[in-house]
């Protein structure tokens, strides 16, 4: 074992920044008292991770904590999304955290320290490693879910999630042992070499580990049938911490799954296992068709979102079944755009407030508050996938990848229930735009002080909008960054 | 750099939606939005002029390099040949027509309307415009998006039901296109999905047929044909007058275009072997759609199912593969273009006065509004194909195209035109003929001068096409012969 050095800490410059300011928040814990100070130091701390992260991609390829760590373009790819679903779900905190009572500090430094997890699980070649980040991430978002305090849903919420969770995390902890077991190894690189030696028959200890772990990731990333906790967990959290899980969580999930097929189930021929891609498709599949048909049935928009965000997950898995690298991208892209869309649909929920969680509230919004209605048909087009936007150019990348290989049935597949889920999407846009608002006194949309957001809010919407439209328009732009590892 | 033409055309009406949406308040939006369709019309003319007619190939090019995502790259690349010209010239026009059907039909939260009918332009261009499949596709569903709006939020009293069925239904054609629109793009990388050379791929007999059913899914469901045209009588009817001209004028063209377009130039051997199913349900859509149209009672839904059974005509001549059908279903797309959105118009603008669709409630109009009947019985003898009028000549095409196929084609698509002549007669005699209806007295049913300076371009196009139709068969020898060529070498 060397000493960590000077260099090995270089690498984690971004992760570093947001436990600094987490560890700041914390101990001013007493003297914030409102949110826009925390607000105004994450946002910034969050920033400043995206861009040093940024930087480092710019550099080849590094190792450090002997070989436990990595710094690639992979990892850092997804280490500026979540740094940006961060910001962005910081800013739209705003209004709730004020609102609701929740203490500022605590929550702002929870959020730095969960994305910190996800940062290093995502640069994990060691599964302790990807152990200790996840389990980072899953501790800090039990008590975000839970963080108001006062309300029962919440706290139902959260014990929901934290039995299931911890479940999931035993099993992932399991299946590490048994690949230990199997190895006597946890470094990736090395698991790789002791199974190339060992040949295609692989050892059944090996096979249930392996099983074990990917059931563990697919319950981060909510893959049907590891779903159960997603519409609970959402619908009960506060509707940032919702959009936060269904985001930076999902893409750190999905991050980890594809950093694990790529590095260790492989055939001596450097391909994906076909075991492993069964299951993928398996995976995939069944959070497809389970999520868009179950969205169907959804009232309650946060739960609506979390059945499409569990029908999103399969179509991001799709881009890992071919185990090519340019099926890595097309996840690497869909996860990238998906971020953003669905942070801008929760964010509308968010500016929306009370009225914002159920279907009926959503009904004349078109006509009461114009503008935020064309926000949410746009990200509401994004997520179905209609062109120009950029759920399209995700959906067409993802299809294109397993079309490749020549999984023609697959393809169909995803199409078909993409129109399900239109028929989810199209039930809000028309609520908002077919139907009379409510109340007959009309406000005039242009002057109405209750429909004027704040300004981070705002702010946000904005953002995600202008990924949503550019990334379809000009995808090159925003998806050369996407480099599988 | 050159003035890129199409690039303008195409995107003008875009800005002028933005237009409208930032400054549009109140009255201002139809302005702007008789502005840009004009502007858009306008800056149509230099096409028109510099248009060559027996050059080959796309003329006014425009072309960027647009996306590159792993090894898929793809042109930003509009072009124009003599299918295409016609039909975007034929979308400005309608547009344009469209904001004067608006002028006062349109009452409720206009500055979203007229966005969402110059989004729709932008669409309708783009698509015809585009020389690529990806492109292609991305204003095929675009176009989606504005109608769904025109006839979800400014139709009639069933509009909800109407625009979520039309809204899935071209869905679930178009998602079957994009899976196959993947695998060309997956068979042949190198064409960077550009029409032209996709025409070069070589595909296996097999995969053309799995192929050409995807594309037809889509297509199908846009014409309409039998028996996916279920969704049309209902958006139609409850569509607002714009949108029914912009469904019926544009809309259905978009399907037979991209079975010109992509499906026999791409799929010639997949075409052989669907040939004879293609004709059989094209004159099952004649005789049916005309069946189904003498049934019914509403003027709208009439003028709806009508739209098939012509729409059957277009197919029928496209699939006989002969030059001269396949000039006459482009020119009869074109005619149907002209002459349904012509009788939507008027339909619209009398129910604007009466409020009522139902036959019964009319009768006795030429009474009262001797310059309405005249106009009315222009549009209708046109599209019942009486001669010296524009039908008769697509008619005419198709069914001798079809008599060299197959005589018995010949002999049912003439059935079709003897009972369109009867619905169109009949709905004439119902409406305007006899008596003045007890519940029309007092209405001022007569056209005003915005309304008679809407239909105007339409009536001079159904007489100067009918009299001189070559000079839209002029664009057709050229860039149909080219298609022919493809589809005999296979």
Known sequence: ?485 | MTYPTLTVITFLPLVGAAGILFLGRGQRARWIALATTLATLAAMAPLCSGFVKTESGLQFVDLAPWISIGNMQIDYQLGVDGISLPFIVLSGLLTLLCVGASWTAIRTREREFYAALLVAETAMIGLFAASNFFLFFIFWELMVVPLFLLIGVWGGSNRVYAAVKFLLFTLAGSVLMLVGMIALQVANPEAGLNFKQLAGTTLGTTAQTWLFLAFLAAFAVKVPMFPVHTWLPDAHTEAPTAGSVILAGILLKMGAYGFLRVALPVLPQAVQIFLMPMLVISVVAIIYGAYVTLAQTDVKRLIAYSSISHMGFVTLGIFTLNQTAVEGAILQMINHGIISAALFLCVGMIYERTHTREIKDYGGIGKTAPIYATLLALFCLAAAGFPGLNSFVGEFLIIGGAFKTKAWLGALAIWGVVLGTTYLIWLYYRMVMGELNTGLQGLKIELNAREILTLAPLALLALYLGLYPECVLSYLHTPVSELQNIIATP
């Open chain 1, 1 to 485: 074992m060397t000493p960590v050095s000077i260099t090995d800490l270089a690498l984690l410059i971004p992760e570093l920044i947001l436990v600094g300011m987490a560890l700041a928040l914390l101990l001013g814990a007493s003297r914030i008292q409102t949110a826009t100070l925390a607000t105004v130091g994450t946002v910034l701390a969050a920033l400043v991770a995206a861009l040093t992260a940024g930087w480092l991609m710019l550099e080849p390829p590094r190792l450090g904590f002997s070989g436990m760590f990595t710094v690639d373009g992979y990892s850092q790819f997804f280490k500026v999304l979540i740094a940006s679903a961060l910001a962005l779900t910081t800013l739209l905190s705003v209004k709730r955290v004020d609102s609701e009572s929740v203490r500022p500090a605590e929550y702002h430094a929870l959020l730095l320290l969960a994305s910190t997890g996800m940062m290093l699980a995502v640069s994990s070649l060691d599964l302790i490693t990807l152990y200790l980040g996840l389990e980072l991430t899953t501790l800090c978002s039990y008590v975000l879910v839970g963080i108001m305090v006062d309300r029962p849903n919440s706290n139902e919420a959260a014990i929901k999630y934290f039995l299931l969770g911890s479940f999931a995390s035993a099993l992932f902890l399991y299946g590490i042992a048994l690949i230990y077991g199997a190895t006597g190894t946890t470094d990736f690189e090395a698991i790789t070499a002791i199974l190339s030696k060992s040949g295609p028959g692989m050892d059944s200890l090996f096979m249930v580990g392996a099983s074990l772990l990917a059931a563990g990731l697919a319950f981060k990333i909510a893959a049907v049938p590891f779903h159960a906790w997603a519409p609970d967990a959402y619908e009960g959290a506060h509707a940032p911490v919702a959009a936060y899980l269904a985001t930076a969580s999902k893409a750190a999930g999905l991050a980890a799954l594809g950093r694990v097929c790529w590095a260790i189930f492989k055939t001596p021929g450097n391909e994906l296992l076909p075991e492993v891609s069964m299951v993928l498709a398996g995976l995939a599949v069944l959070s497809i068709v389970v999520g868009s048909v179950v969205a169907l049935a959804q009232t309650n928009i946060k739960r609506l979102l979390a059945y499409s965000s569990i029908a999103h997950a399969g179509y991001a898995l799709l881009g890992f079944i071919s185990g090519t690298a340019a099926g890595t991208e097309a996840t690497m892209t869909y996860a990238y755009f998906y971020v953003f869309m669905t942070l801008g649909a929760f964010g509308v929920v968010i500016a929306l407030e009370d009225r914002g969680e159920t279907l009926e509230g959503y009904q004349g919004l078109a006509v009461e508050r114009p503008k935020t209605a064309a926000l949410m048909l746009l990200f509401l087009l994004s997520l179905t996938g209609i062109p120009p936007t950029a759920g399209f150019v995700a959906k067409f990348v993802v299809i294109l990848s397993v079309v490749q290989e020549g999984y023609y049935a697959l393809a169909i597949l995803a199409v078909v229930c993409s129109v399900i889920t239109a028929f989810v999407y199209l039930r809000v846009a028309v609520m908002m735009y077919m139907k009379e608002p409510e109340s007959t006194a009309l406000p005039d949309p242009d002057n109405d002080p209750s429909s004027r957001l704040p300004l981070a809010v705002s702010a946000a919407l904005a953002v995600a909008a202008l990924v949503t439209l550019i990334g379809g328009i000009f995808p090159g732009i925003l998806t050369s960054w996407a480099v599988a590892p």
